[in-house]
């Protein structure tokens, strides 16, 4: 993947530091908490999943590690440097984010939408496509699929599209807010073999948020419980079992019956 090996030597000098880090960040909405003063740091290069229940926060540290909402207090680091002092677009840049159903454009086709950054950043087209190709082998959306629109898609392959989307500009950073969510158990199984391998081969500092703890323990190498805007325990799935921090942590682990022992 020509971009991808070419931008690893930068993500090696990375590795010296935190991928991104949470200082004494604090978000309200009014009167409402939505994540109390958490420092938190996330490791470069490796996935990290943020668990927890409806309303926790998780969602919430996801879109202030991307700007889509500003920290109350606090500050955010993205390699070593405050957020604050990119400029927004580069920032987003940066990043890739996938949510539900994919978040595609509904007026353009599974091409469009892939390429529609990197034509506004006015990337060569040839090197865009070239990117395209190996990136529908690499999540396995069949080729003629890149002509439908994302009606025309079943619910997995508007995630596999969604996370073709994500990956074309070779993001240092790739986000994902409970991206398999609403798909059926047997497509869930299947996509999470398959973000599996993607993370493993093109090995950008992975974000996911999800309420599974089987399928967080399946995907990342670290687990960040919240509960109530703060965070609870950081860790191995083993690490949780053995030594729960508090009453809800192991009340949250005895819950997940999916879990494998």
């Known amino acids: 993947m020509g971009r991808a090996v070419a931008a690893r030597p930068l993500r090696i000098i990375r590795e010296l530091r935190p991928a991104i880090e949470l200082l004494g960040v604090e ?18 290069g490796r996935t990290t999943a943020l668990i927890g229940r409806s309303g926790s926060g998780k969602s919430t540290v996801l879109r202030l590690i991307i700007g889509l909402v500003s920290p109350t207090a606090g500050e955010i680091r993205i390699g070593g440097a405050s957020a604050g002092s990119f400029a927004i677009d580069e920032l987003r840049h940066r990043m890739g984010y996938v949510i539900q159903e994919g978040g595609l454009f509904p007026h353009l086709t599974v091409r469009g939408n892939a390429l529609l950054l990197g034509r506004h950043l006015r990337r060569p087209a040839a090197e865009l496509e070239a990117r395209l190709r190996q990136l ?62 993607v993370f493993a081969r093109v090995a950008p500092t992975v974000v996911l948020v999800t309420h599974d703890l089987a399928e967080a323990a399946f995907l990342a190498d670290r687990l960040v419980l919240l509960d109530r805007g703060a965070v609870v325990q950081e860790g191995t799935l083993d690490e949780f079992r053995r030594s729960p921090a508090t009453s809800f942590v192991r009340a949250f682990v005895n819950a997940q019956r999916g879990v494998p022992a």
């Not at 009167?31 to 938190?40: S, V």
């Not at 999540?139 to 990956?167: H, I, M, N, T």
């Open 27 to 44: 978000k309200r909405f009014g009167d409402a908490i939505a994540l109390r003063p958490t420092t938190l740091s996330i490791a470069p």
């Open 136 to 197: 529908t082998e690499l999540v396995r959306l069949p080729a003629e699929l890149l002509g439908r629109y994302p009606r025309e898609l079943s619910g997995g392959e508007r995630q596999r599209a969604g996370l073709l989307r994500a990956l074309i500009l070779d993001p240092e950073i790739l986000l994902l807010d409970e991206p398999m969510g609403a798909l059926d158990p047997l497509v869930r199984a299947e996509l999470q073999e398959e973000f599996r391998e």
